[in-house]
C-alpha cells in the first residue's frame, strides 16, 4: 500500500467556477491530454493521484451536437433587439455530463473570444451561474453580482441588483450565459414564475445568449403553465441521455470512448487494450452514464496507486462501489416484453 501524505486544507485551492475568480481559472488552466507525457513513467504518486484526480474531459457525441446547436444560435441571436433572444436547453439524468458540457463549451467560447479580442482590455464573454434552491428573484440576481464580484448593500432591492448587474456584464460585453440547475425552477410557485421572469428580463437588458442545464427538465415544473410555455417558445432542448449499446455504430462509439480513457490513464503497469475489451461490460456496469464510467475508471486508478499495483483489472473494477443510482439500476430485474402470437385470430362460428 502507498504511502501518501493528504496536503493541508489550502484556502485558494477551491475556486468555484460560479464566481469569476473561479471561472477564469478554470479557463485558464489547460485540459489534460491524451497522450502521455514524456515523463510520466516517472510520475510519483502524488503526481499520479493528482492526475486521476483532475482527469480528462471526453468528447461525447452530445457534446458535439450542443456545440454545433450553440454556434448556429450565437450567429441568430448576433444581432437581435428588442426581444429574448433564443436559447437551449440540456437536459438528461443525473451525471449524464450536463454541467460538464456546458463547462467546456464555455471554456472554449471564451478562449476563441479572447484570440478574437488580444487588445480588448478587460472583457467576460462568459457568465457561470447556479438556480439557488426555492430561488427567488433576488436570489438569482445575486447570484450573478456574486459571479462578478459586484458588493452588494443589504438595503438594495431587486431592481437596484439588476440594473448593477446589467451594467457590469454590457460593460464586459458578456455574450454567453450558463445556468445550471434550471430544473429548481418550479413556474407553478409564485417564487418560481417571478424567478423565470427574471431571467426573462435579463435576457432583455444584456445582448447575450442563455444555455440551461438541468435534470429532465422535459419533465420538470419549469416548463409547465403560461411562463413555461413561454420559455419552451423561446428555448431549443437537447437530450443528453445515457449512452446506447444496441447497434455497431453506438457500440463503436462507446468503444472509442473506453479507449480514449484508458489512454488518459497514467499507470505504470496497466495493460493497454484491458479496458477496450471490457467494453460491454463497462456499459452494463454504468448504463451508458459518462459521469459513472468517468468515475469508476477514476476510482480504479486511483486504487491501483494506492495498493501499488498500478493497473486496473476487470476484477479491480468490480471492487469499486458506484453511486447509488447505478447499483440500483444493475441489481434491478429485467422484464421480459410479452411475445406477440404469430398464430391468426380464429373466427368464432355462427
Not at 475568480?21 to 488552466?29: A, F, K, M
Not at 457568465?127 to 448593500?153: C, D, I, Y
Not at 460593460?171 to 425552477?185: F, K, N, S, T, Y
Amino acid at each position: 500500500m502507498a504511502v501518501v501524505e493528504i496536503a493541508a486544507d489550502d484556502e485558494d485551492a477551491f475556486k468555484p467556477i460560479t464566481t469569476w475568480v473561479g471561472w477564469r481559472d478554470y479557463v485558464d488552466s489547460p485540459p489534460l491530454s491524451l497522450e502521455p507525457a514524456a515523463d510520466s513513467s516517472l510520475w510519483t504518486v502524488e503526481q499520479q493521484l493528482d492526475h486521476h484526480s483532475q482527469f480528462v474531459v471526453m468528447t461525447t457525441p452530445v457534446m458535439t451536437k450542443v456545440s454545433r446547436e450553440l454556434q448556429l444560435l450565437l450567429h441568430v441571436n448576433r444581432r437581435q433587439r428588442g426581444t429574448a433572444r433564443g436559447g437551449l436547453i440540456v437536459s438528461g439524468p443525473p451525471s449524464t455530463g450536463k454541467t460538464t458540457t456546458m463547462m467546456e463549451l464555455g471554456r472554449i467560447f471564451e478562449l476563441a473570444d479572447r484570440r478574437k479580442h488580444p487588445d480588448a482590455g478587460v472583457r467576460l464573454p462568459v457568465v457561470f451561474v447556479a438556480v439557488p434552491p426555492a430561488s427567488t428573484p433576488k436570489m438569482l440576481v445575486a447570484e450573478f453580482a456574486r459571479f462578478l464580484g459586484l458588493p452588494l448593500l443589504r438595503r438594495m432591492n431587486q431592481a437596484e441588483i439588476t440594473d448593477l448587474v446589467c451594467a457590469k456584464l454590457s460593460e464586459l460585453r458578456a455574450q454567453l450565459v450558463l445556468v445550471d440547475d434550471i430544473h429548481l425552477l418550479d413556474t407553478r410557485t409564485r417564487a418560481g414564475a417571478e424567478t423565470s421572469d427574471q431571467i426573462k428580463h435579463l435576457g432583455e437588458r444584456i445582448a447575450a445568449t442563455f444555455v440551461f442545464a438541468g435534470v429532465d427538465v422535459q419533465d420538470s415544473p419549469l416548463l409547465v403553465g403560461p411562463r413555461g410555455q413561454q420559455i419552451a417558445g423561446r428555448f431549443q432542448l437537447l437530450r443528453n441521455d445515457p449512452l446506447p449499446y444496441g447497434t455497431e455504430s453506438q457500440k463503436q462509439v462507446w468503444l472509442e470512448l473506453v479507449t480514449d480513457l484508458e489512454s488518459a490513464l497514467r499507470l505504470h503497469d496497466h495493460r493497454r487494450g484491458t479496458l477496450p475489451r471490457l467494453a460491454a461490460y463497462l456499459h452494463r456496469r454504468t448504463g451508458g452514464v459518462m459521469g459513472t464510467l468517468v468515475s469508476l475508471i477514476r476510482k480504479a486508478a486511483t486504487a491501483a496507486i494506492l495498493d501499488g499495483s498500478q493497473r486496473i483489472t476487470k476484477e479491480s473494477l468490480e471492487r469499486c462501489e458506484l453511486d447509488l443510482r447505478a447499483e440500483e439500476q444493475l441489481l434491478a430485474p429485467t422484464v421480459p416484453k410479452p411475445r406477440r402470437s404469430l398464430a391468426r385470430p380464429t373466427r368464432s362460428r355462427r
